[in-house]
């Protein structure tokens, strides 16, 4: 994909993640109304690239997107939103994992809600979970979660072998823009449901998740499924961002119409 922009922020396989040298407030010298038109129309061309997908029913498009509370996760969905068609786009949020799903192991919640053939999959949270707040917390010891880089590397091949394209976003807040918008959620009711006291908990946790997500993007970030770390602490910079990366993803897929149907040639509808 040949836009510089993407290029900036993809993270190369075999590459580090480096978040510690990107910055969460860079522009690439954008300005906000210009950005946000061009995002509109950009999204404007989102539609008839998910019809021929759609139509075309040989891939499936997963677009995973990871970050810490606050920086934006649903807002980028919802934004992605104003070009997707609602019908073929699942969107799944991972909560922790709860009843049989605490059972099994960490790729079985994932893979069933994996997007079909035809259809385009959003997950809010995924299974990096597993790599990122489990290890953060020791819900399990280091000589289990070591491995799952490995697991969710493998997992991620025979998705995309078997026809799902993968991109994941890593939207990147600064710890003062979290600062900020936890606070808003504290002040504003009409925003304090977003808010959970855990939410303050995990920032205290902040440098042990950022060594955590340093590792996660560094191990997994592959040919076949590359991250992209996305700036998040302007909100335009990011929908832009992720726009630019859901029509090149697509118009690199090139999703093709099936060849007419021989066998309708000539029917007529009485
Ligand atoms: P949001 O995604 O909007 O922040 P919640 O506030 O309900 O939604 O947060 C979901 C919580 O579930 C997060 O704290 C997240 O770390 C946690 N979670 C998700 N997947 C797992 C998992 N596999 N193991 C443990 N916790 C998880």
């Keep these: 994909m040949a836009d510089d922009v993407l290029k900036k922020v993809l993270v190369e ?5 480096g978040l510690a040298k990107r910055s969460p407030t860079e522009d690439f010298g954008w300005d906000k109304e210009s950005a946000k038109a061009e995002t509109i129309k950009l999204l404007a061309k989102v ?79 995924s299974h990096y979970e597993d790599v990122l707040v489990v ?3 020791n819900f399990v010891p280091r000589s289990v979660w070591s491995k799952r880089y490995e697991h969710i590397r493998n997992f991620e091949k025979l998705l995309a072998a078997e026809g799902t394209r993968i991109v994941k976003v890593h939207l990147q807040i600064s710890k003062e823009e979290q600062r900020l918008r936890l606070q808003d959620r504290i002040d504003d009711p009409t925003e304090q449901w977003k808010f959970r006291l855990g939410d303050l908990d995990d920032r205290k946790l902040w440098p042990q998740f950022m060594r955590a997500y340093e590792d996660a993007i560094t191990e997994t970030s592959t040919a076949y499924a590359p991250w992209y770390i996305v700036p998040g602490d302007r909100k335009w910079v990011r929908n832009l961002v992720v726009a630019r990366l859901l029509v090149a993803t697509l118009e690199d897929m090139n999703p093709q119409f099936p060849p007419p149907d021989e066998s309708l040639k000539g029917l007529q509808v009485v």
């Design 13 to 17: 396989p075999g590459d580090k993640a």
């Design 47 to 125: 539609d008839a690239l998910q019809t021929r997908l759609a139509a075309e029913r040989s891939r499936g498009l997963l677009f995973v997107i990871q970050a810490m509370d606050a920086a934006g996760k649903d807002g980028t969905i919802r934004s992605m939103h104003a070009g997707l068609n609602p019908a073929g786009v699942h969107v799944h949020g991972f909560k922790a994992p709860a009843g049989r799903e605490t059972g099994m192991d960490f790729l079985w919640r994932i893979h069933e809600v994996c997007p079909a053939r035809g259809e385009i999959g959003i997950f809010n949270r």
């Design 135 to 137: 290890r953060v917390k």
